[in-house]
């Protein structure tokens, strides 16, 4: 070999795991020793290196400079360490060796010489599709294997533990590969689940409170991404049931546009989807925390995504932005300013809600509701004056909170206290440190220990978990006693402002109380998160200081949801186009209200036709 000739060497391996191996480094030494017993020299520029990137793509960044220097005709001969590196598929090995004989360099394999003879051709194409052969069969048992132990409910198919658990793997015992809950990081989990499900609080309010306190996340770092705070909120393995096929593999998917931080050209050749939660199989693993915390979690990141659509800075803030909802087609309402045409000249500064499922041009020309608009300062004043009558009686508020209150000290009182299960934990931890002396002395056999030594570990983690719960309850405890303290006086000062603070302010509190406002034809429901008690409005038989009208009480079902209760205000109304005036009656929404003889609720009446309005209040 000529010592002016240009050498240059290609490894690759697929996965990160071999790169963490050192695998690729085997590969390296093995071709620089077989350059260096050719005679040759290499440069360091002339080692072209794909690490943790399949050869089932051509699509790789060294291969990519490999090409581009062959076509230049800068190099003269290639080493690879077999053909299965350069590529796994017998087409792009094909591909690649004709384009690298017509830039007329020279493959060398270290396993495998390469001939002139056809016979030779022919073995080394024979090598190839036996190489994409086996990478297919390798791959489906392994999906197949991975599979049938989803199904037995191992954990080994897991492979990892996300935050807040510790994978332990499988032991040369036999004993199962497991999650082992670490109480510091367990601990951080709660926190973000009960800032979300029970304090209502956006992702990036979480990792600002995540990275003001100094918690680290699982790689060690002190600051936050909102994508991991996102993927603890949406894995179910933190309420004990770890989810295996959430995301499948599919052919590239087009971007719609490019990433930041990102490749020009896509590290794998594939995209990852998600599946739907119905493919997926679930594995027992031990809870951080309760399904129902974790079920009022994921309705509030259903919200936040429902309220982010519409804080938009540049349109007008609305009292019921982000929380009308229609009650036929269950799409949203939105708010739509009057046009200078409808306007017919006149100066008209307000607005109508109107359901998005009205809009023909959003569904292909046609229209799939017909729901009625409603007048945006009309259905304010009176959701706003709904709110009013709640904030001025905080007994309702109180009552909550005392009965959450009662259902924890009820729980706490049926678990051990905190001091005695750390006394049971150190008594176990004495145990198991004998169970090992009598095993390492021979008095107990290796039949005998295994399972009892599971038996004190599993005990063990069921107590931290125990300790954790009680130390958490008793924090939220302590949370609860301070606001129901407060709340009165904050009921107090606040209704002292109700009729003079901004639109913002005012927007805050109805996002605060209210869930959503149900839009229907003939009635307005207003959704609140708070669950008042049975005959609590019925009882009072007080007079509404603007419509001089009782309200009733029906208490129907008592919850919504485990962890948010609601309470439920019926608005029944038609609005009329022209309504009479008389002396006494009360307008709202266009409706002309009196208090009815016969029963106690709204009647409206407006010509020709006489209908009713009636408004009451339900708890389900």
Sequence with gaps: MSKAAVVALYARVSSEQQNKRGTVES?????????????????????????????????????????DCAALSAIDQLYILSPDRLARKYAHQALLMEEFAACGVQVVFLNHAIGTTPEESLLLQMQGMIAEYERAKIAERHRRGKLHGAKRGSINVLSGAPYGYRYIRRQLDATPARYVIELPQAATVRSIFQWVGM??????????????????????????????????????????????????????????????????????????????PQDWIEIAVPAIISEALFQSAQEQLAENRKLARHRRESAPLRLLQGLTVCGQCRYAYYAKKVSKAAAKGHQRNYAYYRCVGTDAYRFGGQRICDNLQVRTDKLDDLVWQQVVQLLRQPERLKNEYERRLDMMERNERNSLATSHLEKQRIQLEKGKSRLIDSYAEGIIDKTDFEPRMQQLKNRIEQIDQQILESKQQGAVQSELFL??????????????????????????????????????????VVVFRVDPQAGALANENSNDSDHGVKSTQHCTRRTLTPVIQHHVARIRCVDGKELPKQEGAQRSMGVELRHSQTASHYCARKPPVETSCRLLSVCR
């Design 199 to 276: 304090e209502r609080l956006s992702i990036g309010e979480v990792v600002r409170r995540l990275t003001d306190s100094g918690t680290v996340t699982a790689s060690g770092k002190p600051y936050w991404d909102r994508s991991v705070v996102w993927g603890i909120l949406r894995n179910p393995a933190y309420m004990g049931r770890a989810a295996f096929g959430k995301t499948q593999s599919c052919d590239h998917l087009a971007r719609v546009r490019a990433q930041r931080h990102s490749a020009d050209v896509p590290r794998k050749p594939h995209s990852t989807t998600r599946t739907h």
């Design 27 to 67: 590969q390296l030494a093995a071709l620089k020793e077989r350059i260096s017993a050719d005679g040759a020299q290499i440069a360091e520029d002339m080692c072209f290196v794909d690490a943790g990137v399949s050869g089932a793509t051509l699509i790789r960044p060294q291969l990519e400079r490999l090409r």
């Design 483 to 524: 606001v129901i303290n407060r709340l009165e006086e904050f009921a107090g000062a606040i209704t002292q402002k109700l009729d003079t603070i901004e639109l913002e302010t005012k927007h805050r509190i109805v996002l605060g109380l209210v869930k959503r406002v149900e839009i229907h034809k003939d009635e307005i």
